[in-house]
């Protein structure tokens, strides 16, 4: 924590497009007042000389309230979302379209094809996943632990490179709880801006009180260099999406701990993003509110994946990073639905799992 804060704050005394100190102690002081909290959320993002309606972002006690609003959560629900192992058998049953489960393990107890093998030694992952390799045609499976966000222990499992990747994962695995999934193809066009990682769309769905889904908002999150996640707060970055159509916004933010930068295009390759369309989007859609059907919380961030033949969900959130959300929407305040939301959560329980 103490090193995100110097690296935002590197980067903010650097950054050559920040407006005025003038201003910025303006704007923050009369956010400071308007919103009862110290504007530390201003200092992400707001100071900059494009951001001309700094007032239309929520800040962090907002996102807070929101978040954890008892009015937008129940633990039937939140129980499916948070553990990833429920959540893959549950789509599956539903036919919603996910990863295929390929194993799973608790802490040394690993499971396959209704087997428990229990593992000691790094010699024992390794016969363990020989073992599911040769049941299955994949090439690569992939690690992550049933209950973290945000890219936060995953790991990539190769079949040519078996010793080597147990080498690096096996501590990790076999002290937690872990799902294991195929490796999910990417559609071609998105290989073309970042092939190294499934770049994937976060998109966050309400529920209003009458009972209408409705998408907020969506992004996509797009991986640098060789990291095989695509999360911002792994270092990548995103990119705003035009609800109607499905086309890249032009510019996409990074994180301020990994630099804050902006993108016209990716930094790897310098693919540009601006009328990039994104296949399958219609379908997406389609999927989205199909998954709200059977996963009825009111307020959700599902991540997905394209696949080469259409969407695929990752998983959902029930937490959702709404400061990535509210900066790609551009201020969730000039969102026709969003002051209500926000009246909603302010006069309601705060939600405990």
């Known amino acids: 924590m103490i090193q995100k804060t110097k690296n935002r704050l590197?980067?903010?005394?650097?950054?050559?497009?920040?407006?005025?100190?003038?201003?910025?102690?303006?704007?923050?002081?009369?956010?400071?007042?308007?919103?009862?909290?110290?504007?530390?959320y201003y200092f992400k993002y707001l100071y900059r000389k494009e951001v001309h309606n700094y007032l239309d972002y929520i800040s962090t006690k907002?996102?807070?309230?929101?978040?954890?609003?008892?009015?937008?959560?129940?633990?039937?629900?939140?129980?499916?979302?948070?553990?990833?192992?429920?959540?893959?058998v549950y789509c599956k049953r539903n036919n919603l379209p996910v990863p295929e489960l390929k194993s799973y393990n608790f802490n040394s107890n690993f499971f396959f094809e209704n087997n428990v093998y229990k593992i000691k030694t790094k010699n024992d992952l390794i016969s363990f996943y020989e073992l599911v390799f040769s049941k299955n045609k994949d090439s690569?499976?992939?690690?992550?632990?049933?209950?973290?966000?945000?890219?936060?222990?995953?790991?990539?499992?190769?079949?040519?490179?078996?010793?080597?990747?147990?080498?690096?994962?096996?501590?990790?695995?076999?002290?937690?709880?872990?799902?294991?999934?195929?490796?999910?193809?990417?559609?071609?066009?998105?290989?073309k801006i970042h092939p190294k990682c499934v770049n994937t769309i976060r998109v966050e769905t309400f529920i209003d009180k009458e009972g209408k889904t409705h998408i907020l908002s969506a992004f996509m999150r797009f991986g640098v260099g060789d990291s095989f996640v695509d999360n911002a707060h792994s270092g990548?970055?995103?990119?705003?999406?035009?609800?109607?159509?499905?086309?890249?916004?032009?510019?996409?933010?990074?994180?301020?701990?990994?630099?804050?930068?902006?993108?016209?295009?990716?930094?790897?390759?310098?693919?540009?993003?601006?009328g990039f369309s994104i296949p399958y989007f219609q379908e997406l859609k389609d999927v989205v509110f199909k998954a709200v059907d059977f996963i009825p919380d009111r307020y959700i961030g599902w991540d997905i994946a394209?696949?080469?033949?259409?969407?695929?969900?990752?998983?959902?959130?029930?937490?959702?990073?709404?400061?990535?959300?509210?900066?790609?929407?551009?201020?969730?305040?000039?969102?026709?639905?969003?002051?209500?939301?926000?009246?909603?959560?302010?006069?309601?329980?705060?939600?405990?799992?």
């Open 10 to 40: 590197s980067v903010f005394l650097k950054d050559n497009r920040k407006k005025s100190m003038g201003k910025i102690l303006k704007e923050s002081i009369h956010l400071w007042i308007l919103k009862k909290e110290v504007p530390f």
């Open 62 to 88: 907002e996102a807070s309230k929101i978040q954890h609003s008892a009015n937008f959560h129940k633990i039937e629900y939140t129980t499916i979302i948070s553990n990833k192992l429920i959540f893959s």
């Open 140 to 191: 690569c499976l992939f690690i992550k632990p049933l209950s973290l966000y945000g890219g936060k222990g995953c790991y990539k499992i190769r079949k040519e490179h078996l010793a080597d990747d147990i080498n690096k994962c096996f501590q990790y695995v076999v002290s937690d709880s872990c799902v294991h999934e195929e490796f999910v193809k990417q559609h071609p066009k998105i290989n």
């Open 236 to 274: 990548g970055f995103y990119v705003g999406i035009n609800l109607q159509n499905g086309i890249l916004n032009k510019i996409g933010h990074q994180y301020m701990e990994y630099g804050g930068a902006h993108y016209i295009a990716h930094p790897d390759n310098g693919y540009v993003f601006e």
């Open 306 to 353: 394209i696949g080469e033949n259409g969407p695929i969900i990752i998983e959902a959130n029930e937490y959702p990073s709404i400061f990535m959300a509210d900066i790609a929407y551009g201020g969730y305040l000039n969102h026709p639905l969003y002051k209500d939301i926000l009246e909603e959560a302010k006069n309601s329980e705060h939600f405990s799992a």
